[in-house]
């Protein structure tokens, strides 16, 4: 009942198996010496299949993992569902993201030496479920057959310290989350609203490397790892990177991500580069968090992809590589490639007196504002882990604070649609040599009310002087700004708690307790242009 309820609701074709045989609890084998546990879910009789694997460490009893299983198992497909190490049952200690490589192979290995597996694999799975996949694609011989990447990307690095600054509400969150799964009273769900209240303080926590305790009462190994190696270049992450050898894979890839996923840049740039090396991928980008919209998204792509790779049906391929959701304008369209060649980088410029521009800015003086991490600029909105403060929010109270300089466009004369990667290059001395700059573009409707559309962060070079030139790269975007609307971009030395705050001393990361605040002077003339680069599709 709960697959044909699941059918309905995701508009799935129709089911071609309906007795399905389950095996609970098989005993996978490490090198090692530890055993994983897995469930295998199978058309009842049938001869030797190819395995479509899922490794998950939110385990293989919940819901979203057996409602996957189900329907591809409904469709003639054999699922094996196995618990990461260290997590509900499989044996060794969870060590996130440094282990699933070794496993992953070890257990595609012994999948291959069943008699029920005909020796054709594929993968499936979202977030960290999709790394577990990269762990393994780039570096199985023979390869997989095919691979369903929802909301992931082949290296976390770049998700984590986004701009080289660390991401303190996704962190934590996830941290929090893996911390209690298996609690009882928690269930491994996102915190409930006592939880979250408590998350929330966790987060002002100094030091940052002991957040965890003040979050959920106990040390969490993945928080104190992340806060111990923030610093850039640390090879701490170096073995859990796939980025390099995922271009050299040849298996068949599949895409879903969403414009507020926060793992879209990092997922945009392995697409990118898998098409740059000629290989078959494509993608789907809908309006979408981390979150169960894009979820049905990609159980409904994981069918179809599926079925094209495994069972011949070829007609689920006919599809363009790359489609997309254009917000705002609630329509879909298809390309061939990313970024779509109508999109043309256009440049927004800084100008004084609070007003944004297309054409080069003149002679004028840099506007300035303190940043305070006793007191941090606050955020609301944006690319979160937990979506239900995340996506577009109202800026307005954030937009009245001391802290933030406000830029703002004129009345649009006509719809502006903006298709591919944001930047912006701010040019910007500050008194201390430790800062933040974070800047946000923001929709401006007829009423006044300002709703974020993308943003980004970027740490300046510790002990920076004179005037810096600040490379921002803020989220990619899929936006129709409508006729009469304005364009408002942010400025301020921080987001919290998105981002850590920058205690302007130096200090590491994860130890800094001692706070000072730092003065910003933000440039916006002939020699320092600061401004924004749009991909303004089909032209102003």
Known sequence: MLSRLIDRLLGLPEATVRDIEVVHDLRVPMPDGVVLRADRYRPRGSEPLPVVLVRTPYGKHKLDA???????????????????????GSGGRFSAFHQEKEDGLATAAWLREQPWCDGRLAMTGASYLGFTQW????????????MCLGVTASEFRTTFYPGGVFALHNLLTW?????T?????????????????RLRRAMAHVPLGRSDVAAIGKEVPFLREAAAHSGAGDPFWTDVDNSAAAVKMTTPTSMVTGWWDLLLPAQLRDYAALREAGRRSRILIGPWGHDLGALRAFLAEEVSWLSAHLLGDTAQLQRSPVRLYLQRAGRWLDFERWPPPQSVPTPLHLLSYGRLGWSAPGESAPDTFTYDPAHPTRTVGGPLLDMRQGKQRDNRPIEARPDVL??????????????????????????TGHADVFVRLCDVDASGVSRNV???????????????????????????????????????????PRFARNHGTGEPVAEAVRTRATRFEIFHDGTHPSSLTLPVFGGR
């Open 66 to 88: 057996k409602g996957t299983a189900r329907v591809l198992a409904r469709r003639g497909m054999q699922v094996v569902v196995q618990n990461a190490r260290g997590t509900f």
């Open 135 to 146: 762990a393994v694609g780039p570096y199985l011989d023979p390869p997989l057959e095919a």
């Open 175 to 179: 941290a929090a989350l893996i911390g």
């Open 181 to 197: 799964q298996e609690e009882a009273r928690l269930g491994g769900m996102l915190p409930g609203p006592r939880g979250e209240r």
């Open 406 to 431: 406000v830029y703002t466009g004129g009345p649009l004369p006509r719809d502006l649609d903006l298709i591919g990667p944001v930047s912006a290059t701010v040019y910007v001395r500050t008194d």
């Open 454 to 496: 993308t943003d980004g962060i970027v740490r300046l070079p510790a002990g920076s002087e004179g005037v810096v030139k600040a490379e921002v790269e803020l989220h990619p975007t899929g936006y129709r700004f409508r006729r009469g609307h304005r364009l408002r971009v942010q400025v301020a030395g921080g987001a919290f």
